[in-house]
């Protein structure tokens, strides 16, 4: 019984120092996200190119097309700057662990576990602004593919910072229908090699 009993203390505890520790995270994205529009900008995108998809008119098509542009350039910008802000943050705040599962203040305890989630936004921030400037020459649909993917790819990062890799692949797969897997072969090749360097996959 006395077992029983230590381990259900145990559980309690890990429990709370994890939520504790979710919780210092999630302020501290929120803090900085809140000085830019990028979330909200993210679902305009998100929609608008579902309703572009969706036009049969090819000029009114353009004009999504050409407004789509103008919004690619905002949510580019602001989270360039973003990634300067959030640059500044000490680096012992922003260690991601690479355990599919939340530990504890696994990135104190397994330093050697994580990665900079400064230097994911970094990438985040040059493969969204490459899709943006469309130097390789997509076309408007192939070019809000690749954006798509470089946003969820993103968002995906910022949940495994909050909260752990597993919850972060089932929060993309519920809201977007698209696994982790998928968006990381979709989104173009020096995000992805970038990417996987940094996390060692």
């Not at 572009?52 to 350039?73: F, K, N, S, V």
């Not at 700057?81 to 943050?89: G, I």
């Not at 192939?142 to 910022?158: N, P, R, Y």
Request: with cysteine; charged share 20%; glycine share 4%.
């Amino acid at each position: 019984m006395e077992s029983l009993t230590l381990m259900a203390l145990i559980v309690i505890g890990a429990y709370m120092l994890k939520s504790h520790d979710q919780k210092q995270r999630i302020a501290l994205l929120g803090r900085h996200l809140g000085n830019y529009q990028i979330e909200k900008l993210m679902e305009n995108l998100t929609e608008g190119y579902l309703r572009c998809l969706g036009e049969d008119d090819p000029a009114r098509r353009e004009q999504i097309w050409a407004l789509l542009d103008t919004t690619e350039a905002k949510l580019s910008a602001q989270f360039d700057s973003f990634t300067t802000e959030f640059s500044q943050v000490a680096e012992s705040e922003t260690r991601v662990s690479k355990f599919p599962v939340a530990i504890p203040f696994a990135h104190r305890l397994f330093p050697g576990a994580t990665f900079d989630l400064r230097k994911a936004f970094a990438i985040h921030a040059r493969g969204i602004t490459e899709v943006m400037k469309n130097n390789a020459g997509r076309s408007a649909k192939a070019k809000a593919f690749a954006m798509s993917a470089e946003l969820f790819l993103m968002q995906h990062t910022c949940h495994w910072f909050c909260k752990s890799r597993t919850v972060a692949s089932a929060r993309l797969l519920a809201r977007h229908k698209t696994s982790y897997q998928q968006v990381l072969d979709a989104v173009s090749p020096q995000t992805r090699n970038a990417y996987r360097a940094l996390i060692g996959q």
